[in-house]
């Protein structure tokens, strides 16, 4: 590569970074604005202030923010745990058993994953509130599930497939019976195909925004992209871009460490066999 | 240890393919029995049958007499080393060869006691704490056996376990095999397309064709009496010629010249316009070289040597023939069922590798009739197999075993 190529690359490098990380870094520097200073007209604020922070955290929008963080964490988790379990076994009988109708289910997952949720939203609302399901956990997770279930069937149908069927045969002539093959042998090596299929799944959940803003109504259930939704400023006449900018970065905090946490998970399984045990 | 027997068993595939066709076999307790044949002739199939991999569609199968048809896997107490190891990735050395163990819920100090036993046996101790991934292709192997010994499997089942090493590794390796299945003495059925693992390893071997068994017998007996065209042109390396012939009087006639059979063997032959004759390739010899006493029991040609390799040890002479259209087209179809790649009707010829033949030359050879078999082509039946011969040396072969596995028990 010459000087010159090189030099081009490191440009179109830097510009996409910038262009990546640019929102984010606005949105840092507006969370660290006090309300006089958000139309300071430039990008860094005039004097670094937590007044945002304080406001979600401890002030008069932590009443909206906070019971939303809990049961965005809550309904999330539950509903990734649930349909990876679940997940787990349809895929696993995709990937291993020949059954009539095979095709149909993978075929109808697609389907379900593709409809629009705004279309199902309302006559859901409707739904819910005759059975009671309104504004409650279970009546987020049970969307939540219909938006996870289908992705993760299919990814991790592909990495059962991945899995040598002798593996499990040798198990079973070794002695396992059938569970105990998928659990000794089969959930050990997709593990990390089952890890990156619950990152996806939880994010899905944790970004969904309108059910969460038609199935709830109190902080009783509302998660946090519902509640943002909310936040009023500090007058009628003032829109609350700090708090909102305060508040989206303390909820992609955790989107970050799960990444980091489960991505150790992913690259250990992937390489396994290739590091000492 | 145990038997086992099987009785008329088919399996046809849920496609209707019928990838093994009536087969009936016994291997007593203790024996080496290898199943061998060109690739899809049903081996692994039956292989997987025997351990409960695979439904068994009629027939019945016996271990130690007791019948199995309905029992898993894990009921069936055999273990089995698959031609890719299929090792667990995620475990150790030491926890794939204990896994059986863990499995069977065996206390600690004896899941020990028994995984440093098998890497005594097959030398793994230092590998014990890596993973199968880091270990080369030898080893894995090895762990692959070691799952297989550690517990008391009434029998050992292998699916072409060497056929993803090198030659080299191959050959070692099969030593190592023979000598664990006779110093364990457990019942061993051993998959291979390969001759030469079949010849050297088993007591008895069973050839299969498409699904059905040709002949089941000592390798000697497979080698020296053939019931085939098919067992003839498989057993042996570089395989056996054929040459299509004609009888004429009491004489065969051949590309090489005439061959006299004597009244007997001609009566046994008589009535087929074409015959083929097989001739492996060591029935021949640069006439130069052979005893002039010797002589009389064979006949002399002279062709025209087309090439000729020399080994060291060995030398081979290629000779090209003519042969009828009809033959030519027979040959080639079994020579491709055979997996070999002949492209031409040529003769290979084994002489002395003090031989002073050249290529291109014409030259002079020697050829043994004595041991020469004739085939009905459109059969393949071999029409002067004696089967009292082969009998005697099947049972030759069993005798050595029975006296070698006493030898290992003192
Ligand atoms: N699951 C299956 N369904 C249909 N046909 C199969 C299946 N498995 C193997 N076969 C066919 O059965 C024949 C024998 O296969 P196999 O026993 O694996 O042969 P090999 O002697 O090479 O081990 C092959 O022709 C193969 O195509
Ligand atoms: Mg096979």
Redesign the pocket.
């Known amino acids: 590569m010459s000087t010159r190529e090189k030099t081009l690359w490191i440009i179109a490098g830097i510009l996409i970074i910038i262009y990546a990380l640019f929102p984010i870094a606005w949105i840092i520097s507006l969370s660290l604005k006090s309300s006089a200073d958000i139309s300071n007209g430039q990008f860094l604020p005039t004097a670094l202030s937590w007044e945002n922070y304080r406001s979600i955290l401890v002030g008069d929008a932590s009443e909206l923010f906070l019971p939303a963080l809990r049961n965005s964490f809550g309904i999330c988790l539950i509903a990734t745990a649930i349909s990876s379990v679940l997940a787990m076994f349809a895929a696993y009988a995709i990937a291993r058993i020949d059954f009539r109708g095979k095709k149909i289910i993978l075929s109808t997952a697609l389907a379900v994953a593709i409809f629009p949720v705004i279309a199902i939203a309302t006559p859901l609302y409707n739904l819910w509130r005759e059975v009671g399901l309104y504004d409650t956990w279970p009546g987020l997770i049970l969307p939540y599930l219909s938006l996870t279930l289908p992705i993760s069937i299919w990814t991790l149908s592909a990495f059962f497939r991945e899995i040598p069927w002798e593996m499990e045969q040798a198990a079973q002539v070794d002695g396992a019976t059938p569970w105990q093959a998928f659990r000794k042998v089969i959930v050990p090596l997709a593990a990390p195909g089952v890890f990156t299929t619950a990152i996806i799944a939880f994010f899905l959940a944790w970004n969904d925004f309108v059910y969460g803003i038609t199935l709830t109504s109190t902080e009783a259930s509302r998660p946090v992209p519902a509640a943002l939704g909310l936040f009023s400023g500090a007058s009628q006449f003032e829109s609350p871009t700090g708090p909102i900018a305060a508040a989206a970065l303390i909820v992609t905090i955790p989107v970050v460490v799960l990444v980091l946490i489960f991505q150790r998970r992913i690259v250990a399984g992937l390489t396994n066999g290739a590091v000492k045990g | 240890m145990s038997s086992i027997e099987m009785d008329h068993i088919v399996k046809e595939?849920?496609?209707g393919?019928q990838?093994v066709n009536d087969v009936s076999l016994d291997i007593a307790d203790g024996e080496f029995m290898i199943l061998v044949?060109p690739?899809?002739?049903?081996?692994?199939?039956?292989l997987r049958m025997i351990v409960g991999l695979e439904d068994i569609t009629s027939g019945e199968m016996r271990i130690g007499g007791a019948r199995v048809n309905e029992k898993a896997p894990r009921d069936r107490n055999l273990s089995m080393v698959f031609q890719n190891y299929a090792l667990y990735p995620h475990l150790s050395v030491y926890e794939n060869i204990a896994f059986p163990l863990r499995l069977s819920k065996t206390p600690n100090d004896e899941v020990e006691k028994r995984v440093n036993q098998a890497a005594d046996v097959l030398e793994l101790h230092e590998h014990l704490k890596r993973k199968p991934a880091n270990l080369s292709g030898g080893q894995r192997q090895r762990v692959a056996m070691g799952r297989a010994i550690v517990r008391d499997a009434d029998a050992f089942l292998f699916d072409e376990p060497l056929s993803n090493l090198d030659a080299k590794l191959r050959g070692q390796m099969r030593t190592e095999i023979a000598r664990l299945q006779r110093r364990l003495g457990i019942t061993t059925v051993y998959?291979t397309?390969d001759q030469t693992e079949a010849m050297t390893l088993g007591d008895r071997v069973c050839v299969?064709r498409k699904?059905l068994v040709q002949q089941v017998a000592s390798p000697r007996e497979l080698y020296e009496q053939p019931v085939n065209l098919f067992v003839a042109g498989f057993i042996g390396s570089p395989p056996m010629n054929f040459l299509p012939a004609s009888l004429e009087g009491t004489a065969l006639r051949t590309p090489f010249g005439d061959i006299e059979l004597g009244e007997e063997r001609a009566a046994t032959v008589r009535g087929h316009d074409v015959l083929l004759v097989g001739i492996r390739p060591e029935y021949f010899e640069d006439a130069s070289l052979v005893d002039e006493a010797k002589k009389p029991h064979g006949a002399t040609f002279t062709a025209q040597v087309d090439v000729t390799e020399w080994l060291g040890d060995a030398q081979y002479a290629y000779i090209p023939y003519e042969a009828p259209a009809e033959v030519a087209e027979q040959l080639k179809e079994l020579s491709e069922e055979l997996d070999s790649e002949q492209l031409r009707t040529q003769a290979v010829v084994s002489i002395d590798s003090t031989s002073r033949i050249r290529e291109g030359r014409e030259a002079e050879f020697w050829l043994d009739t004595r041991k020469i078999h004739i085939f009905d082509p459109k059969t393949g039946d071999n029409l002067t197999r004696d089967a009292e011969a082969g009998r005697r040396l099947t049972e030759m072969a069993e005798e050595d075993r029975v006296e070698q596995m006493d030898r290992e028990r003192v």
């Open positions: 595939y849920g496609d393919f990838a044949g690739s899809g002739c049903g081996k692994s199939t039956l998959v397309h299969l699904g």
